[in-house]
């Protein structure tokens, strides 16, 4: 056990304890890492308007300048939609106004997964300078990027809407089914923050790897191409996690049945996230600011 204090003030107490100041005390062979974890993320989440308020400066700050702002994105993304709409439905011989509601929903909400790994590799990277010089909980950042994509995401989910009143396609009461799904993602960035934070901050070479692996997992996934073009290799599309993360949010807004089983694997994987998270932020948290 070691004790410290800005100086001793006799035999018996120390200044700090003189005057009132607060002792710090560290017990070197019992560190209580797991509390710690515990604590980090109590004060993080106490602190969500902190977060939130970071996140609305990270999208201003991002589009300063720019007369549409986050509208860019959405307009680019409507253009790609368009394309790419008319050129793989004619590829795939798929009925236009069958295909682009199709597209649409699924290259939106690939985009929000996207992003949400992205960010997830630079949480702590990109507050390394707060890292450095402010006692903040390493939760407020996890939170800061989950918030920051959902503000993203807000401005590009209206196109799934948008691209169905088109086509005449009015989703039912299931397409509430959708927000459970949206949030089940938002819990899955959260955790993915804390992991591929750390993990990229002690790993330089970690991130290049990741943005390969979901570029390969684009094409690996029925984003452009439909389930049912695999054949008999349908069954086994929810081994996928990206496809079954998709699919809950996906399948309410286009009217497709109840994903049970997507959801179900969906649940499993983000249980497996969330104890990896946890477990390397309470063995790693005190190392990450000098990682950063």
Known sequence: MTRTSMAACGPDRTEGEAIGEPVIMHDAGNPQRLQRAVDDLSSGFGLWRLAWALASGDIKERYRGSVLGPLWLTLSTALMLGMLGVLYAKLFRIDLASYLPWLSAS?????????????ACITMTSSEGVIR????????HALRAVFRNALVAAHNLPLILIVLALFGIMPGWEALMAIPGLIL?????FWAGLLFGAVCARFRDIPPIIASIMQIAFFMTP????????GHWQPWLPLNPFYSMMEIVRA????RPFPLIEWVA???????????????FARFRNRIAFWV
Do not use: H
Request: charged share 5%; net charge negative.
């Open 266 to 280: 969906s649940l499993v994987y983000s249980g497996l996230l969330g104890v990896a998270a946890f477990a390397l």
């Open 185 to 189: 993602l938002a819990f899955c960035a």
């Open 223 to 230: 984003i452009i191409w439909k389930p049912e073009l695999v």
């Open 107 to 119: 290259l939106v909400i690939w985009g929000v997964l996207l992003q949400s790994v992205n960010d």
């Open 252 to 255: 309410p807004l286009l009217g």
């Open 133 to 140: 010089q402010m006692p903040l909980p390493y939760t407020l």
